[in-house]
């Protein structure tokens, strides 16, 4: 079934829907603007610092210990602004806001129907989550917006060959490079990226691989300045950051969330002050726990692929959980939240069948999306993982879900036509 064949006039809502969800973000942070801990209070600090010139360091040293992308981007503003949460926070609701308008150019890039795209930019607006988060200094927003600008790079491709081709990947690659640079989950999706040339799109060898490559290289094109920065401050060769050994570490003792012991004979990374040898520490003890239980290790990364997706309350506790006033409505919160994202779920899932049931033009195209998702998934099999690190994938799963909205719409019209 072709998408383009069924398409009706629709007049261009985008910039209405837009508007409305800097509107509606706008005020949620008038109302929320919760005092920001754990890793947003340490971004917040950390940007304040580049931001005077005192550089990327903890406890006086140069860190890398969490990447520099967030901070640094965040620095930028504030030495135009000033260093104020609430000026992180609009920026996240701009950010949050480009995200809607890039789910709906990747619904048109790939079903050419504007009315999928509204419905996918409207789901996505109205999900509790996605609002609340706006009120956390995380890096969420600018991480999901790079991504999704590299995804709809390489879609471009799709309709190109040769060169013209490379170059779109290329571009896409530069930019899932900077995203990179705020949370390195990407580095090895070009693998992904091989995997589906050739198995999903089924394209030679040669042009699969020089794809993949291109899309590697281009990634390390940007991130190669942060590991410049990170050998010259600390001396040691450091692509992204240096937590990846802890957080491996902590996800061989996860199977339901964050992990940490203050008992140094289960902690070996508790008493290192050097976040080098904390990260090396902490790859040797998880690879050699891998090694040593691997039906465990199976066992829990199921575990954790299912906490990856089991709830959506995370938000809450930054925001409603974390002002002792509102900490009443959490729990109530927790059920809209939940109840919006299982409606969310529900609907991209039957978008999904119907995509690939139907054979839409674009559904070769739409499982790339998909592709993404289920690294990000995999990737939490060995790493700790909760509602939180779904995040990139939720505009992705909006995509779906507004092909679902109109089908559904379209097969009630048919089976109760109004009466004449």
Not at 31 to 60: C, E, I, R, S
Request: charge should be positive.
């Amino acid at each position: 079934m072709s998408a383009k064949t069924t398409a009706t006039p629709a007049k261009h809502w985008i910039w209405d829907i837009l508007v409305l969800n800097l509107i509606f973000r706008g005020v949620w942070l008038l109302y929320m603007h919760p005092p920001q801990k754990a890793d947003f209070l340490w971004y917040f600090q950390h940007a304040q610092l580049l931001a005077t010139g005192q550089g990327y360091v903890w406890n006086g040293h140069p860190t890398a210990y969490w990447p520099i992308g967030w901070p640094f981007f965040l620095s930028l503003i504030f030495r135009v602004t000033g260093a104020h949460v609430m000026v992180g926070l609009a920026v996240n609701v701009i950010l949050s806001t480009c995200i809607v308008g890039l789910i709906y150019l990747i619904s048109m890039q790939l079903f050419h129907r504007k009315s999928m795209a509204l419905a996918a930019a409207v789901v996505y607006s109205l999900l509790p989550s996605q609002i609340v988060w706006n009120a956390v200094l995380g890096s969420e927003e600018l991480f999901s917006a790079l991504l999704l600008v590299s995804l709809y790079l390489y879609l471009l491709a799709r309709n190109h060959a040769g060169r013209v081709a490379l170059r779109w990947i290329a571009a896409s690659g530069l930019v899932l490079g900077l995203a990179a640079d705020v949370r390195p989950i990407p580095l090895l999706f070009p693998v992904f990226v091989l995997l589906y040339e050739l198995f999903i799109q089924r394209r030679r060898v040669a042009t699969g691989f020089g794809r993949a490559i291109t899309l590697f290289i281009a990634m390390f094109i940007t991130i190669l300045p942060v590991t410049i920065r990170n050998k010259i401050a600390m001396h040691h060769f450091v692509l992204v950051s240096t937590n990846g050994g802890t957080n491996l570490w902590q996800g061989t003792h996860t199977n339901g969330g964050y992990y940490w012991s203050w008992n140094p004979n289960i902690n070996p990374l508790l008493h290192i002050n050097n976040e080098i040898v904390k990260n090396q520490v902490g790859e040797h003890a998880a690879l050699d726990h891998i090694v040593h239980h691997i039906p465990t290790t199976i066992l829990n990364g199921f575990i954790k692929m299912y906490d990856l997706y089991k709830n959506d309350v995370n938000a809450n506790w930054y925001t409603f959980h974390a002002v002792p006033s509102l900490q009443h409505l959490t729990n109530l919160m927790d059920s809209i939240s939940n109840a919006g994202y299982y409606l969310f779920i529900a609907a991209a899932l039957i978008g999904i069948g119907v995509v690939v049931v139907r054979r839409f033009d674009g559904f070769k195209a739409s499982l790339f999306l998909l592709t993404f998702a289920l690294y990000n998934t995999c990737f939490f099999f060995f790493f700790p993982a909760w509602d939180r690190f779904r995040y990139p994938v939720m505009p992705l799963f909006a995509v779906f879900a507004g092909v679902a909205i109109v089908w559904l719409w379209r097969e009630m019209r048919e089976r109760h036509p109004e009466e004449p």
